[in-house]
């Protein structure tokens, strides 16, 4: 009950939301020559570890965490760079643009393979619900 009460109260903390173009400006001087196309993961949400709203980007061999009310860098780190990252998909900017043309401003978008159904798709969450966009074409294959 506590715990339901505490994540009640953080999601009412809530600070206004960054787009995604406005995290990967922040982030940028962590990013070295990396461009927006590059990301292949961008989320916002609370940490609840480490009791923080957090937006995080993931570019080919990076991950980087930049604090929603702060608006400053607070984890940085080498990450692997996913075999999946070599198939055929659409780039961030152009998944982007179809996700928020056919379903609104997501805050959750991520190049993901799904091993089960044979696919690679971008996955994308927001007031929406749940959507997956086959990665090379951009066709819908799920929602819920």
Request: positive net charge.
């Amino acid at each position: 009950m506590v715990l339901l009460f505490l994540l009640g109260w953080a999601l009412a903390q809530e600070p206004p939301r960054l787009t995604p173009e406005a995290v990967f400006t922040l982030a940028a001087p962590y990013l070295g020559r990396a461009r927006l196309e590059e990301v292949y993961k961008f989320s916002h949400g609370l940490k609840p570890k480490e009791g923080l709203w957090v937006y995080e980007l993931l570019v080919p061999g990076l991950e980087v965490w930049v604090e929603a009310t702060s608006r400053r860098v607070v984890l940085f780190r080498p990450k692997g760079i996913p075999m999946h990252l070599a198939e055929p998909h659409l780039p961030f900017p152009q998944a982007l643009a179809l996700v928020r043309r056919r379903y609104g401003e997501p805050w959750h978008l991520e190049l993901k393979p799904k091993p089960k159904e044979r696919l690679l798709v971008w996955e994308t969450k927001g007031p929406f619900g749940e959507v997956w966009l086959e990665a090379a074409t951009g066709k819908e294959v799920l929602r819920r």
